[in-house]
C-alpha cells in the first residue's frame, strides 16, 4: 500500500472529500492481492449486447493490474471497443488478433502495453476481425486457435481476460476453448435472463466436446440502479439461480463508467474515487479472492485473510486451520465454487 499521509486532508469540503476518496482508492488499487498459481484464462461472454462484457473486461483488467496482477485483455470482438477503452491504437493495419486467429501469428507479435497501468497488456482487435467467423470456418483446428497461441505465448501472467462479441460464433468458441472459466456480465434490466439458458447450453456443449475444464465461475451484475425496485428484482433472481457464481459486488451505473472510453481510459485511472471505479476494485478482488480460495480447497489447504494485516493472506494445512479459523471466517468461503 503507498505511504501517504491522509491525516493532512481537509474532508469538510466537496474537493477535500473527493481527494480524500482519490488517495483511498489509490491506497486499495495498489493493495497487492493473491496471485493465482497458474494463469486464469477468463471468458467475458454474453451474447446479448451492451450488457456491459467490455466494460467490465477492461476495469476488472486494470483493477486486477492496479493490485499487484500481470493481466492480458484480449479484444475478441470486431468492435474493438476493449482496444479502444485501453488507449490501444486500433486501425486496419495494426498487427491485432486477427493475425493471430487466421494468419498464425504469434500472440507476442501483437501485445501491446497499456500506457497509465503497469502490469496490463492488450491484445487488440481491428475490424478485419468481423471477416475471421468465415475466414475460420475452412482452417484447420478452426476452434481451438486461440488456445494455441495462448499456450504458445511464454510472457508470465496471472490473468487473461478475453472480451467476447455479442454473439455465439466461432470467436466466442475459440475463446471458450481457450479458457477455462466464462464469467458472465448480466445486466439489471427486464430481460436480463433472456438467452442466458443458450450461453449455458453452448458452455455446456463445448465442455462436453472441445475443453473438459470450461465452467461458468463468476456472474457480475452491472448497471445496477438501486433506486428501481426491478434492479433489485433481476439481481434477487439472479443471485436465487446462481447463488454460488454471483459476485457480492454488483456495479453501479455510473456516468463515469461510461465516460471514461471516450478518454481512452478505464474508470480506475479516469476517477479513480468514483463509485464505478471502487465496485470494480472490490469486484477484482472477490475473484482473487475466491480463484486463491479454490485453488487452496484443491491443495486441501485453508485459505484466510489476515484482519489486522490487510492485503496479506495465509495458507495454513485444513485441519489446522478448521481448529484455529472462527467458523464465520469459514463458512463465508465454503460457497464458493472457483475453478472446479
Ligand atoms: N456501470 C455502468 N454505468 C453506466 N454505463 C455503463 C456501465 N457499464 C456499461 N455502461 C455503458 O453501457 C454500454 C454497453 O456497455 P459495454 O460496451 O461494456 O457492453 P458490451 O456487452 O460489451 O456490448 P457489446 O455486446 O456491444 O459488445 C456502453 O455505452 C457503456 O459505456
Ligand atoms: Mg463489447
Known sequence: MQDVDTTALSDDTPIGRAAQAAVEALGRATEALPRPARTR????????????????????????????????VVDLDPQGNASTALGIDHHAEVPSIYDVLVEGKPLADVVQPVVDVEGLFCCPATIDLAGAEIE??????RESRLQRAIEAYEQPLDYILIDCPPSLGLLTVNAMVA???????????????EGLGQLLRNVDLVRAHLNPHLHVSTILLTMYDARTRLASQVAEEVRTHFADEVLKTSIPRSVRVSEAPSYGQTVLTYDPSSTGALSYLEAAKEIALRGAEAEARAADVQFTAD????????????????????DAAAAQHSTMEGNR
Open 179 to 193: 479458457g477455462r472459466e466464462v464469467l458472465i456480465p448480466i445486466q439489471c434490466e427486464y430481460y436480463a435472463l
Open 41 to 72: 484464462v477468463m471468458v467475458v461472454a454474453n451474447q446479448k449486447g451492451g450488457v456491459g462484457k467490455t466494460t467490465s473486461t477492461v476495469n476488472l483488467a486494470a483493477s486486477l493490474a492496479m493490485q499487484g496482477a500481470r493481466v492480458l
Open 307 to 326: 484482519p489486522g494485516n490487510p492485503g496479506v493472506y495465509q495458507q495454513q494445512p485444513r485441519r489446522m486451520a478448521e481448529g484455529l479459523v472462527h
Open 136 to 141: 475460420l470456418v475452412s482452417l484447420v483446428a
